[in-house]
């Protein structure tokens, strides 16, 4: 008796432990064209299986150790940017989310920095067109809508249209407002060599393409090198705010050990911020290890303490890093195959330290990887990475102008 007693508390202790670790997805709404859901208490990003499947095209979203907190939450979610947004219970502890696109685009999901209970999917920045029983007022917009995507997006092969359907209209045109490009290492620092080509003249080149990119479309432009040039930590941190930019973006290329030069590649963005993540803390401390050369303890300090104190500064670099990171990765998949996304990623990078203002650090490939640093070196190649992070900082802008406005 007593032992069938033992057996049944620890059975309902079992339950009662397994219940506690389950997260309730309290609500989903769709705001500032993305999916945003709000979970009661702090949840893993990591453990959500994010696919892709085809005919018709999805993006799926499995969230484990998780459930609705009602049947009507996530329902009658609707949006111009979807066919249809379904959250359903999909298993008695897996929580479900579809979103069927008809086509394909460079989804980011992320966890905004300071609210370790959401997680926002990004909507796609195209529009669908509307089925029959819509409106016929709803219809002309829309109609309207995608004959000037068709005005503004040159014709492409069919497995190439869907990352071109962004329409320029809605990004935010410069009015002279200044981003600082700051093209890595230079002068004695090589930065990392591969197949015997040297970080320093790939983001050198990428950054001034960057450059025309931008004034092309209404902004000023700093670099903080036009030649190969080595500049000290104290150069490159205030920089920004001394020229009272908007936006400070570094341009970097990445690098492993000979082990690894096969397998790892792809496009990463990072903002400022502490990491555990081993990968974020190597990247950061290879490149650290040449801005900090000859720093002074005193100044190690004050860069901190400036850090610390521009905690608004690193929810904005996180938003800019998103819009960058997905612009890249839409122009070079319109034109390649096998663009990995590193995904948008934290670190301490003194190089990002000084400014507040909003400012990202892009590594925009591996030179270590034959194939990528292949690519890197080819003008088109450059060219769709500068568009991308060009792109990316009007997205922001116009975000930035349109949450103001709200």
């Not at 049947?71 to 298993?91: A, D, E, N």
């Amino acid at each position: 008796m007593k032992r069938i007693l033992l057996l049944w508390v620890l059975l309902c202790s079992f339950v009662v432990l397994h219940a506690a670790s389950v997260a309730i997805l309290e609500k989903a709404e769709v705001k500032k064209g993305e999916l945003r859901l709000h979970f009661n208490k702090t949840y893993n990003k990591s453990k959500i299986h994010h696919f892709t499947l085809r005919h018709p095209y999805r993006e799926i979203f499995d969230i484990p150790h998780a459930r609705l907190k009602n049947r009507y939450t996530g329902k009658h979610l609707h949006s111009v940017h979807c066919r249809s947004i379904r959250v359903s219970q999909y298993k008695p502890n897996t929580v479900r989310v579809v979103l069927e696109t008809g086509r394909g685009y460079a989804c980011s999901p992320y966890r905004p920095l300071l609210s370790y209970k959401s997680y926002h999917i990004p909507l796609p920045p195209f529009t669908i067109k509307p089925s029959k029983h819509v409106s016929h007022k709803k219809t002309k917009t829309v109609i309207m809508h995608q004959r000037i995507s068709h005005k503004h997006t040159k014709q492409k092969s069919p497995h190439t249209y869907a990352y071109m359907m962004d329409i320029p209209k809605v990004y935010h045109q410069g009015r002279g407002e200044l981003v600082v490009i700051d093209p890595g290492h230079g002068g004695h620092d090589t930065g990392a060599i591969g197949g015997g080509k040297r970080e320093k003249d790939l983001v050198l080149q990428i950054a001034k393409r960057v450059e025309k990119q931008l004034k092309k479309r209404g902004f000023r432009v700093y670099m903080t090198r036009h030649t190969d040039i080595f500049l000290k930590l104290p150069q490159r941190t205030h920089i920004a705010d001394m020229k009272k930019a908007r936006i400070f973006v570094s341009i970097h290329a990445n690098s492993v050990p000979k082990s690894k030069r096969n397998v790892a590649q792809g496009v990463e963005t990072f903002y400022l911020q502490k990491t555990r993540d081993a990968k974020s803390q190597r990247i950061a401390a290879r490149e650290n290890a040449a801005v900090l050369k000859g720093a002074s303890s005193s100044l190690s300090k004050k860069v901190i303490i400036d850090s610390v104190l521009a905690g608004p500064k690193i929810v904005e670099s996180n938003k800019l890093a998103i819009d960058v990171q997905r612009r890249i990765l839409a122009n070079l998949r319109a034109h390649y195959r096998g663009v990995r996304d590193g995904g948008v990623r934290h670190a301490p990078f003194w190089v990002l330290v000084g400014a507040s203002r909003p400012s990202i650090l892009v590594e925009v490939g591996y030179i270590s990887h034959p194939r990528e640093r292949k690519r890197l070196f080819t003008p088109a190649y450059q060219e769709q990475i500068a568009k991308g992070i060009a792109e990316g900082v009007q997205r922001y802008l116009a975000n930035r102008k349109r949450e103001i406005e709200l």
